[in-house]
């Protein structure tokens, strides 16, 4: 805004040349001039110390002071007062020196008139106005770069820093006075001062910037991850003049994310087997909801199956004592089998459902086996060839429960006769004596059993037989596996089967 009035300080030893300025000032009224006037230095320096004024007219030679002398002090002493320089026209090139020493303006005396003079004092006003605002933007413009903690500097297209902050110049060790003005090549080793150089190039070529270039650096002797973004420094037209380098210290960032991804692993990991234990225990409660549904179930099958059934034995007992009639023999015959059988069944539903421990005892095993293999026989009414190797085990006694090992090898030899034909079973049931161990292998000719069904046989309730129930193996496996023996199968569909028993001949601690 334009002032309406300004106050001029005169500081001239001559009264003549002060009556010229007056003079020429004295009808101006937009703006009007109010004139002060001191004849030496050190007056106008009380003056200006006193009172506020717009601008001062300095002559170059006063009595107390020479050449630029009085210039410098005023500068120094009031540097928001413009300060024109009044000189002879033998002087002009001193006055010229004077420009650089800040003065805003010089006359030369006897050359001034009242517009040159009104002109040139209202421009020094405007220029020292103009330039408050500016230093005042820059300073506004270096407190934000410094308040911000990452590290930003701005350069020119010769690698020179143009302005750096705080953070910046606190992490060179560098003060910013000594950074500013310098190559980069002065301020880092060759290696690294290439390499951020040719990553500038590429963004004062290219006129595009590169973010988040993450890179790490030697600080305080320690490893920091930074993370930058480089920008083109255009000037007012658009023209690129440098580069615009903003950099964070990532490295708390990147160790809390390697923390929050470990992490991350390790509550997966820890998901997944919790999972698979949950699915394991719901697989084990599954099977026990079974085994217990089965239990009742097999319970009530026993309870109610098995008393009729000893009174048909009975009946059957009786008749055939009674009877002589060979045909009906035959069929008494085929009831008490088919009793057998349906015992049998019982057996297997009620050890499937109440998995007890083996009840040890020492016995003879061979004599177990041969009683085996006859009840099989004569469950079976098939009539095959059935080939025994049983000399190694002869008079050899384990320590076992009996009555599970006959069902063991009950199943495993109803299984045989099942699976072969007539007229050309064979059914080889051999028995070794491996040390601590007794061997029992039963080989059949049969239909054998796919690959894809082998994998599923000691699962309970498999069966490929219409009236199997498919717990006969599972029994096998479950009490082997409590005598600490193993079972195993070898298989071909057509060709047979050969089920090998490994047993303890001890119980195991
Ligand atoms: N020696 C064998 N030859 C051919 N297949 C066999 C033999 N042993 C077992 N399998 C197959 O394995 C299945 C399961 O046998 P498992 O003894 O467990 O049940 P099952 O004999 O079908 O019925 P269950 O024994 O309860 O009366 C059989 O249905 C059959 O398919
Ligand atoms: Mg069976």
């Given amino acids: 805004m334009e002032k309406s009035e300004i106050h001029l300080l005169v500081i001239e030893d001559n009264p003549a040349d002060i009556r010229i300025v007056r003079e020429l000032l004295r009808h101006c009224v937009n703006p009007y001039f109010k004139i002060t006037h001191a004849d030496n230095l050190a007056g106008g320096i009380l003056k200006l110390e006193k009172e506020v004024f717009d601008t001062v007219l300095l002559d170059i030679n006063l009595p107390d002071s020479r050449s630029l002398e009085g210039l410098t002090e005023i500068v120094k002493l009031m540097p928001d007062i413009p300060v024109i320089i009044l000189t002879g026209a033998d002087d002009e090139n001193l006055a010229i020196e004077s420009l650089q020493c800040k003065a805003a303006d010089y006359l030369v005396k006897g050359k001034i008139n009242t517009d040159a003079l009104k002109r040139c004092i209202k421009y020094a006003i405007e220029r020292k106005h103009i330039e ?52 980069l090549f002065e301020i880092y080793t060759r290696e690294q001062a290439e390499a951020y150089w040719k990553e500038d190039l590429e963004v004062i070529r290219s006129g595009k910037p590169k973010m988040d270039i993450t890179e790490t650096a030697i600080i305080n002797n320690k490893t920091r991850f930074i993370q930058t973004d480089k920008i083109p420094y255009r000037d007012s037209q658009g023209n690129i003049i440098g580069v615009i380098s903003f950099s964070v210290d990532i490295t708390e960032r990147k160790q809390a994310e390697e923390i929050l991804k470990r992490d991350k692993e390790t509550f997966e990991r820890m998901v997944k087997e919790r999972s698979q234990e949950l699915m394991i225990t719901r697989i084990e409660l599954d099977k026990a909801k079974r085994l217990s549904d089965i239990g009742t179930l097999a319970a009530t099958v026993a309870h109610e199956l098995r008393n009729p059934l000893n009174t048909i034995l009975m009946a059957v007992y009786n008749l055939k004592r009674k009877i002589l009639d060979p045909s009906a023999e035959r069929s008494l015959n085929n009831i008490e089998n088919k009793i057998v059988e349906s015992e049998q069944i019982i057996n297997n539903l009620l050890f499937y459902s109440k998995i007890r421990m083996p009840n040890y005892e020492n016995f003879n095993f061979y004599e177990i086996l041969i009683e085996c293999i006859k009840d099989s026989k004569k469950i079976s009414k098939k009539k095959v060839l059935l080939k025994k190797e049983l000399e ?32 050309d079973g064979l059914i080889e049931i051999k028995a070794y004596d491996n040390d601590n161990l007794l061997k029992v292998c039963i080989k059949d000719n049969g239909v054998g059993i796919s690959k894809d069904n082998l994998g599923k046989v000691f699962e309970p309730f498999f069966s490929t037989k219409s009236k199997g129930t498919g717990l006969g193996l599972s029994v096998c496996f479950q009490i082997i596996s409590l005598h600490s023996g193993t079972i195993n199968i070898e298989s071909e569909t057509g060709r047979g089967t050969e089920v090998s028993v490994n047993l303890p001949k001890k119980k195991k601690q």
């Fill in 392 to 423: 190694p085990i002869k008079n050899i006694f384990i320590e076992s429960d009996p009555f599970q090992i006959k069902e063991v090898f009950i199943n495993l030899l109803n299984n045989a006769h099942d699976a072969v034909s007539e007229p």
């Fill in 132 to 183: 408050e605002v500016l230093a005042k933007q820059q300073e506004e413009l270096q407190i934000i770069l410094d308040s911000v903690p990452s590290w930003i500097f701005y350069k020119d297209k010769e690698n020179r820093l143009l302005r750096v902050n705080k953070a910046f110049s606190k992490m060179m060790g560098m003060s910013k006075k000594a950074l500013e003005g310098k190559s």
